[in-house]
């Protein structure tokens, strides 16, 4: 069993930075492409970036976010800096692993989810 727990959440002014990070335990086998989505109220989750060695990102986060992965010999963990954080980008985040293929952007594509976590921008 996968198990996604993210940390680093939190509220922030406009401008400022945050560094989300998420840990899977557990065997992804195969399956090793992570995401992040984020949803915000009254609003449908969203691709956020995703990563397997070269990160990719959502039109709305290049330049600003950037997404690393620890591929240390069993270990399944990426790390999210996000910059220049807008109001905009007040959503709770999740983290997304065991990806079966058929487009990164789409949720439906995980098998795993973690339980979010909360940032929250203010102007």
């Known amino acids: 069993q996968v198990q996604l727990v993210e940390s680093g959440g939190g509220s922030v002014q406009a401008g400022g930075s945050l560094r989300l990070s998420c840990v899977a335990s557990?065997?992804?086998?195969?399956?090793?492409?992570m995401a992040w989505f984020r949803q915000a109220p009254g609003k449908e989750r969203e691709a956020v970036a995703g990563i397997d060695i070269v990160p990719i990102y959502a039109d709305s986060v290049l330049g600003r976010f950037t997404l690393s992965r620890d591929n240390a010999k069993n270990t399944n963990t990426m790390s999210l800096e996000m910059n220049s954080l807008e109001p905009g980008d007040t959503a709770m985040y999740y983290c997304?692993?065991?990806?079966?293929?058929?487009?990164?952007?789409?949720?439906?594509?995980?098998?795993?989810w973690g339980q979010g976590t909360q940032v929250t921008v203010s102007s």
């Open positions: 557990g065997y992804l086998g195969n399956k090793k492409y």
């Open positions: 997304a692993a065991g990806y079966r293929g058929g487009g990164w952007y789409r949720e439906a594509n995980y098998n795993y």
